[in-house]
């Protein structure tokens, strides 16, 4: 396979094939983020993306998933995402879903009938950075979207049958602002209705602009038992009416957490309490990576 510079999937797409349909990350302003700073943004050639698929077809005989990277490869037209789609179905007929990093303005810039034509054509799942539910904080991290921006965004896909899978990072308000994250994040989950939630935990490497607050202390970070009270409380403020996928089992995160919410939000906190009880569980700092 050919790549340029970091590749970046989720969690989930650990096993998947990845293919850069995009070079880094149209945005690319994130406080926090650094995974694309050593890139300019571009659309790769469609025809390379194509030749990458038998590129793969020669090397390898099954292939279950594909992730379509990097930081937003919904910015794509829909008629170039839908020559993908058809390559990835003619070439990999094996393959059972693709997945997509997606930008909010980039869902809300599809027609519901272009996401729904891609759900047909084998778009089965797109991973949206949230962040936080808070405006405030959007709007410190630089992330270029409003909270009710990221619910349209997330409804759409919903309803056009995409999966939507969306993350938040424990810790991104601060010290200063841990429980408006809190109670805001679980309040726009609430009204986002996703099928998955991802929970990381704040790291901030040096080619982050945040990296200069906290070295200045403009910036506090969270301790570990600071960051399971925020969670707890995020979780409090979540209220659901279809079942979600809750998952903080990052590398980055202190304590993994996993379960379906509504149904297993007691068992949640009550985890979480006992990891305040016996702090020793939590990993040590060490081992935690990005």
């Given amino acids: 396979m050919r790549y340029e510079g970091n590749v970046f999937r989720p969690p989930s797409e650990a096993y998947s094939l990845i293919v850069q349909a995009t070079i880094g990350c149209a945005h690319n302003d994130c406080t926090f983020c650094s995974m694309y700073k050593d890139k300019k943004f571009r659309v790769r050639d469609i025809e390379e993306v194509l030749e990458d698929f038998d590129l793969a077809r020669r090397r390898y005989r099954y292939i279950e998933k594909v992730f379509l990277a990097d930081g937003d490869a919904l910015v794509l037209k829909n008629s170039d995402l839908m020559r993908i789609l058809d390559k990835i179905r003619t070439t990999l007929p094996e393959c059972q879903r693709v997945g997509i990093y997606a930008a909010p303005h980039d869902i809300l810039r599809k027609t519901p009938e272009e996401l729904k034509e891609l759900r047909e054509n084998g778009l089965g799942i797109a991973y949206m950075g949230v962040e936080s539910g808070s405006a405030q904080i959007l709007k410190d991290i630089k992330k270029g979207v409003t909270p009710e921006e990221m619910v349209e965004a997330c409804q759409k896909l919903n309803e056009a049958g995409i999966l939507s899978s969306v993350t938040f990072i424990s810790g991104i308000g601060g010290k200063d602002n841990w429980r408006e994250h809190a109670v805001e994040s ?105």
């Fill in 186 to 290: 679980g309040k726009i989950i609430s009204q986002m209705e996703p099928d998955y939630v991802g929970l990381l935990t704040l790291m901030v490497e040096p080619m982050a602009p945040l990296y200069k607050d906290i070295l200045e202390g403009k910036f506090e970070l969270l301790s570990p038992e600071e960051v399971l009270v925020e969670t707890a409380e995020m979780i409090r403020h979540i209220e659901l009416t279809k079942t979600c996928v809750f998952r903080s089992n990052h590398a980055s995160n202190y304590l993994n957490l996993r379960g379906n919410l509504p149904e297993d939000k007691e068992l949640l906190l009550r985890t979480i309490a006992y990891a305040l009880n016996n702090i020793g569980v939590l990993k040590d700092e060490r081992f935690r990576a990005l």
